[in-house]
């Protein structure tokens, strides 16, 4: 059973920068794919980015290309997240399924509890 924890998030002013932090206990393997999501108030969750956890590939919204950047340690995976805006505002998740890579949350096995990022005009 995978175990995910986030941390990370919190307050910043439009321009700023965060960096998520998830990390992965319980049996995760090199073939697994570890995404990141958010889910803005009133809104649907949505893909954000997401690697291999080999580290060998990583994907992203075309929202945050260029902004954001997803990189895995051993058993964390960060989400540095760069030139923020306010509609980046949301509570981000991660999740681990088996597998490929793929940007839909429905394939995804194993979520955290989320951590609220708030990004003020």
């Known amino acids: 059973q995978v175990q995910l924890a986030e941390s990370g998030g919190g307050l910043v002013q439009a321009g700023g920068s965060l960096r998520l932090s998830c990390v992965a206990s319980?049996?995760?393997?090199?073939?697994?794919?570890m995404g990141w999501f958010r889910q803005a108030p009133g809104k649907e969750r949505e893909f954000v980015a997401a690697?291999?956890?080999?580290?060998?590939t990583s994907y992203y919204a075309d929202s945050v290309k260029g902004r954001f950047t997803i990189r895995k340690a051993t058993n964390t995976v960060y989400l540095h997240m760069n030139s923020l805006k306010p509609e980046d505002t949301a509570v981000y998740y991660c999740?681990?399924?088996?597998?490929?890579?793929?940007?839909?949350?429905?394939?995804?096995?194993?979520w955290g509890q989320g951590t609220q990022v708030t990004v003020s005009s």
């Open positions: 690697i291999r956890w080999s580290g060998s």
């Open positions: 319980g049996g995760t393997v090199s073939g697994d794919a």
């Open positions: 999740a681990v399924k088996r597998g490929a890579v793929v940007t839909s949350e429905h394939l995804y096995n194993y």
